[in-house]
C-alpha cells in the first residue's frame, strides 16, 4: 500500500485542481479535463512502482495525444505559449493560461518539471528517436530559449497592436505551425547533437517558466548517500545531464529534471 501513496497524491492533487475549477468556472470541462490528465500520470506512475519499462511513455502518449490533438486540432486552442500569451493579453482566465498556471508556472513548486516528462506532446515524439542517452557534454546555447520565449510575446502582442483581424484563426495556424516548426527542429537537433533533449535544453520557450518554479520543487530525485557506490550510471542515463547524487539546491542541471526516472530504474544499489 506504501507504493501506491505517489500515485494516489498525484490524482488527489489533480482532482482537487479539477473540482476546483468546475465549481468557480460552471464548467463541467474542467472536471473531465484535470480528472482525465491526473487518471493519466497516477497511472504511468502506477505502472513505473510496477517496473513496467513503458509506463513513462504511456502517460506521455494519453496525455500528450490528447492536448494536441483533441484540445489542439479539434477544439481550435492553441495550448502553445502563443496560446498563454493571446489569453492572458485578453484578460481570460481559461484554457491555455488555466494549463499554463497548473503545468508550467504553479505546477512545478510541486512536481518540477514532470510536464516535460509525462505530457510534452513536442518531447512525446522526440523520446522516440535513438538518442536516450547524451552523447556529448551539454552545450552552452541554453540563451536561444529567451529568443524563443521573447519571439511568442513579441507576435501575439505585435497581433494586438496592429488589430489583427480574425485573430483566433491566426492563432490556431500559429498552433499548427508552430508544432511543425517544433518537430522540425527538435527532431534535427537531436541528431545533429546526438541527444534526443535538445530541444528541450536549448529551444524550448516553456522552460523560463519551468527553470525557476522547478528549482523550489517539493518533488525530488534524492541519493541515499549510504547506498550509493559513486559508479556514475545514473549520470550517464540522464536525458538531462543532472547530477542527482547531489542532494542539495545547486547539484549540477538540477532545474532540468523533468522526473522521467532512468536514474532510478538503472541505478544498481537503488540508492535513488
Known amino acids: ?20 475549477l468546475w465549481l468557480t468556472k460552471d464548467n463541467l470541462f474542467y472536471l473531465f479535463n484535470f480528472s482525465y490528465i491526473g487518471i493519466a500520470v497516477s497511472f504511468g506512475i502506477f505502472l513505473f512502482i510496477k517496473k513496467y519499462k513503458h509506463a513513462r511513455r504511456v502517460t506521455q502518449l494519453l496525455v500528450g495525444l490528447y492536448m494536441m490533438v483533441y484540445l489542439g486540432l479539434i477544439c481550435n486552442e492553441n495550448m502553445q505559449i502563443e ?5 492572458l493579453f485578453t484578460g481570460v482566465f481559461e484554457a491555455a493560461t488555466i494549463h499554463y498556471a497548473v503545468a508550467k508556472i504553479f505546477g512545478p513548486l510541486l ?9 510534452c506532446w513536442t518531447a512525446m515524439v522526440l523520446d522516440f ?3 536516450q542517452a547524451p552523447k556529448q557534454p551539454r552545450k552552452k546555447i541554453g540563451w536561444i530559449r529567451y529568443m524563443t520565449f521573447a519571439a511568442s510575446l513579441i507576435f501575439v502582442a505585435a497581433l494586438f497592436l496592429t488589430h489583427a483581424g480574425s485573430i483566433e484563426r491566426i492563432m490556431f495556424r500559429a498552433f499548427i ?7 522540425a527542429i527538435g527532431i534535427g537537433l537531436a541528431f545533429l547533437l546526438k541527444d534526443n533533449r535538445a ?10 517558466f519551468l527553470k525557476p518554479m522547478s528549482y523550489f520543487s517539493l518533488l525530488r530525485i534524492k541519493c541515499d548517500k549510504d547506498q550509493c557506490v559513486s559508479c556514475g ?8 545531464n543532472v547530477d542527482v547524487t547531489d542532494n542539495s539546491r545547486h547539484r549540477a542541471n538540477g532545474t532540468e529534471c523533468i522526473l522521467c526516472m532512468e536514474c532510478v530504474r538503472n541505478c544498481p544499489k537503488g540508492a535513488l
Not at 233 to 240: E, Q
Open 1 to 20: 500500500m506504501k507504493k501506491l501513496i505517489l500515485p494516489l497524491m498525484m490524482l488527489i492533487a489533480f482532482e482537487a485542481v479539477a473540482v476546483t
Open 83 to 87: 496560446g498563454f500569451w493571446y489569453y
Open 111 to 119: 512536481f518540477g518539471r514532470g510536464w516535460c516528462g509525462y505530457a
Open 129 to 131: 528517436l535513438p538518442y
Open 177 to 183: 505551425i508552430g508544432n511543425l516548426l517544433y518537430y
Open 199 to 208: 530541444f528541450c535544453k536549448y529551444i524550448c520557450p516553456i522552460t523560463v
Open 233 to 240: 550510471k545514473c549520470r550517464r542515463v540522464c536525458p538531462m
